[in-house]
Structures are given as C-alpha cells and as structure tokens.
C-alpha cells in the first residue's frame, strides 16, 4: 500500500531542496527589523532578520527550526522579499505564500506554511509602527 | 490472573476500525466501543431527561443511570464511597477543582508546591496560577538519563515540607511508570498533600487509590474508551468535605434563601449545573468494558505491543527514542528521526491511515529538558494490534526515502 505518489506530491522536490538548502539562512549583523515568531502548536521558531535601505529589503536572513513546509515557505519568502521595497512586501499574503509553496496544505499544516509570513507582516509593520492583525 | 487476550475480538467491537486506521494516538483520546457509544445512544432515545429533579419515570431510569457509574468507578479505583467520586469533564477540570477550592484555602504565602518536570501542562499551569496568587513557590523533580524522576532530588525537597506535591502516575509524553505508591508515602510522611494526575494512570496502569494513598486522584473518561466530557475526581471524603464549591448554582445547592446558601452533600456539593449526562453514562459502559477485560490483561497486551514497537523502532536507522526501557514505561513511545521533523513524519504517516502524534505533547518544560521542540509519539491501548506497528515501521522508511 505504496503512497508514494501522493507524498512526492506533497514533498514536491523543490520544498526538500528548499528544506534542505535553505536560502538566505542564518543571521545578519546590526539588522534595521529583527523578529521571531513561534508556533505554540509544535513548538517551531523562524525568525527573520532585515537590512533596509531607502524602503528597499537590501539583505534577509532568516533561522529557526521547524518542518519541511515551514522552513522551505520561509526560504521561498526570502528569495521574493530580497530586493523588494518594503511596502511592497507588506502587500504579501496568504494566497502569495500557498501559491508559491503550490501544494495542498490541510489545515493542521497551514500554520506551518504561514508561519514566515507571520514573522514578516508583524515585524515589517512593526518597524512601520502600526499594529496588525495577525493572520 | 491473566485471562487471554482477543484483540481480534475486541477492534469487532469499534467500528473505527473498518475505515483502516492505523491508531496509534491513544494516550492523546481512545477510540470507543459500540458498549459506551450504544450506552449514551439509548439514553438520548429510550429515557433522555434531566437528572436529580423530576417525578417522572424515565427522569428517575436517567438518574438511576447516571448515578450507577459512581458505584462503577468506586469499584474500579477502591475508593471508600461513592460520595470520593466526583464527576468532572475530565482531568484537567479536576486538577483545577483541587486548586481552586482546596488551594485557595490551604497554600499561603511562602508555600512550597513540588511538581515534576514530566508533568502535562494541566498538571502545571493550575499550580502556577495558584503560586502566583498566594505567593507561593513551585520546584521541579528532574529526570534522570533514562527519563524517570530523579528520586533523590524528589526525598530533597521532601525535606522542605511541601503544602503540596503533585505529578503523574504515568508520562504521557515518555510513558514513563512513576513509583507512585513510594513517592505519595515519602510526600505523606513528609506532610505534604498529594495530588495523583491519573489521566495515563488510570486506563492503562489502573489504579487503587486507597493504596495508592494519595489524597487527590483526577482522570478523564475519553483516554478510557468513554466519551470526552465525563472524567474523575477522587478526593479523601474529609479533605472533601471540608472543601467549598468550585463552582456554584443549580444542582450543587441543600437550601437557597436570600439571607445564603447552604451545599449539598458529597459528592453533588462539586458538580453545579446541568450534568453531561449521556457521557457519564457512556463512561459507566467503558468501566464495564473495561472490568470485564481485566486491568492485568489490558497492561499485559500493552506491555507485549510495547515491546514489539521498541524493538521494532530500535531497528530503524538514525531513529532516538525518549524515556525508560520498555519494562519500565506505559504504551506510550516518544521518538525522533534524523532529519525528519515529527510534523512531516504525522503527514506522511497520515496518507497510509497511520495516525500519529508530533508535538509537544502538552508537556513544554519536558520537551525543553530534552532539548528538542517535538517529537512524534505513538501510544497504544486494548485494541492496538502489531500489524499497526508494522505499519507505522512502513510509513518511517517511507518518510526515511523522501527525504534521503
């Protein structure tokens, strides 16, 4: 009773090769917003750090521990928030962040997936100084 | 005496089964037998009423029922009366019952409460809760290499006369046996009061509470075969009676005069309000499940399951498991796999029907002692037969390949 198909489908090898070799992993030194996020749900960390340049993510970085689908949505994240202005980052969503993972994710995995994005829209708007409504 | 053992004949009667589950998630909530979901059933269709109040007859077949599964459970864990046997919805309401009614009144500023780093966070946080009230000061039994409470540290703090020790007759995250009768006389000696957390205790391990000695005793139906929302508080009658409410209204109550109130009698003094009356029935049918199986059947089936998946778990390459050999430990088995989050084992496991835990397992400061943020966890009860474990073994060399 082989399921092989149905979890290469979800363990798309993109995600593993993102899970594996993560991008942009690790820190920065005097970053302009730092921020992390847990899930009290299994315990994970991401946390993220920033280095903005005239409203422009210049560098990111991000580290934790997590899953497969957390750590290859927040390697996913950094390669489209670097070089991206600021504002235009805050206009990431849900939808931006399940497409570009592009696989079906039940909703006892979807705070997972999410879990990058959290760490950007509060940290990014922290440094705005506005409060926002977590997801 | 142990009778044999029918799994076989015993997964007839939970007809979960037939959808080709794989359960291995029991410590978490059982799965429930057509006896308790039958019992509940006909109570909503044959005699569905309110209890304790009406003159009518199957008011009083509904009371009669409801009131039958005290004698069941006293019967099941020794307890001296049934007015020791209050119904809850379930470990944790208990554990909270004892800190707000008897903590409240007893633990001051200054106290010493022990609690052990193994614990569920239900057997934590109400304590916290209370110390940071009254001012009172919490330590922590560690564990030992092995996973099991480091007893010298626990005879330690002995030494500094508790108000309260509480922790659990069995890890529902390691499925380590705690030497609970040993620890409760050295915390009675001691002069501490004693609170058993039996949510693991009670459906695998079973229980004497007057045995055991301890003064407190909470366990939930639902990881008994019974329903979620009927559990167990026995509490020693005097302790009890000398207990005000925890929570206060309809049912709980002798006279009501607008001058004040007076309480009713053990055990009604502590269940206020509209009772869950089809699950406390429903928990009277899994009592019956259960005794006429035997509690030394169901911990000889455990313990042989257990040593199967040990084994079998212990042959897997890059695979550690957590907590006490297996002679030592409940049907309960905490592991990690090199390079697999236990969140994406749980969903590869999940498309062979294999349902298994990842997490924390409601136990944090363990998790952080371990130095890990979780871990899968497979558990076992009276149904549990070794083709799931078999199964399980199949879905970690499926996880092991994908990402290899």
Redesign the interface.
């Known amino acids: 009773?082989?399921?092989?198909a149905?979890?290469?489908q979800?363990?798309r090898e993109y995600i593993?090769d993102h899970y594996k070799n993560p991008r942009n992993f690790g820190r920065l030194e005097n970053p302009d917003i730092s921020h992390e996020e847990d899930n009290p749900?299994?315990?994970?960390?991401i946390g993220m750090d920033f280095r903005v340049k005239d409203g422009v993510i210049e560098d990111i970085r991000f580290h934790g521990?997590?899953?497969?689908?957390s750590q290859a949505s927040a390697s996913l994240l950094t390669e489209r928030l670097k070089g991206l202005r600021l504002e235009d980052a805050k206009k990431i969503g849900k939808a931006d962040v399940l497409g570009e993972l592009g696989i079906d994710i039940?909703p006892a995995?979807i705070k997972?997936a999410l879990l990058s994005l959290k760490v950007l829209k509060v940290g990014a708007y922290g440094l705005a100084g506005n409060d926002e409504d977590e997801e | 005496m142990i009778k044999t053992f029918d799994v076989a004949a015993i997964r007839k009667d939970f007809p979960i089964f037939e959808t080709g589950i794989a359960y291995l998630d029991s410590a978490n909530t059982s799965q429930r037998p057509r006896q308790v979901t039958g019992a509940m059933l006909e109570y909503f269709e044959k005699f569905n009423s309110n209890i304790h109040r009406a003159a009518y007859r199957i008011a009083e077949e509904a009371t009669v029922r409801y009131e039958a599964t005290r004698e069941k459970v006293r019967e099941l864990i020794n307890a001296s009366s049934t007015k020791e046997v209050i119904y809850t919805r379930g470990t944790t309401e208990g554990i909270n019952l004892v800190a707000y009614s008897w903590g409240r009144k007893h633990v001051k500023q200054g106290d010493l409460i022990v609690l052990t780093i193994i614990d569920h966070h239900s057997n934590i946080v109400p304590w916290q809760i209370l110390a940071a009230e009254k001012g009172a000061t919490i330590e922590y039994v560690d564990i030992d290499e092995r996973g099991e409470l480091r007893q010298d540290q626990f005879r330690k703090l002995l030494e500094r006369s508790p108000k309260l020790v509480a922790f659990g007759q069995v890890s529902n995250a390691l499925g380590t046996i705690n030497p609970a009768t040993e620890m409760v006389a050295a915390a009675k000696t001691a002069g501490a009061t004693v609170l058993v957390d039996g949510a693991q205790g009670a459906p695998h391990q079973g229980v004497d509470v007057r045995a055991l000695g301890c003064d407190f005793y909470a366990f939930s139906g639902h990881k008994m075969l019974g329903p979620t929302g009927a559990g167990i508080l026995y509490g020693r009658r005097e302790l009890l009676e000398a207990m005000d409410p925890f929570m206060s209204g309809g049912d709980m109550i002798k006279t009501v005069r607008v001058e004040g109130t007076t309480y009713h009698d053990l055990p009604w003094k502590f269940e206020a309000g509209t009772q869950a009356i089809a699950e406390v029935i429903g928990l009277g049918a899994a009592v019956d499940y259960l005794t006429a199986l035997g509690m030394d059947a169901v911990r000889a089936h455990e313990r042989e399951i257990t040593e199967y998946a040990f084994e079998a778990l212990s042959d897997i390459e890059g695979l550690t498991l957590y907590g006490p050999p297996p002679s030592r430990r409940a049907g309960v088995i905490s592991f990690s796999i090199e390079g697999i989050h236990p969140h994406d084992l749980a969903t590869i496991a999940d498309r062979d029907q294999v349902c298994l835990r990842a997490g924390h397992h409601c136990a944090m400061p363990l998790m952080t002692r371990l130095g890990v943020a979780a871990t899968a966890r497979a558990s076992f009860y009276v149904y549990t037969q070794k083709d799931e474990v078999d199964r399980l073994v199949g879905s970690i060399k499926e996880a092991q390949r994908i990402f290899a």
């Open positions: 009773m082989s399921s092989t149905a979890d290469d979800f363990y593993l749900l299994c315990g994970d960390v521990r997590g899953c497969a689908i039940s995995r997972c």
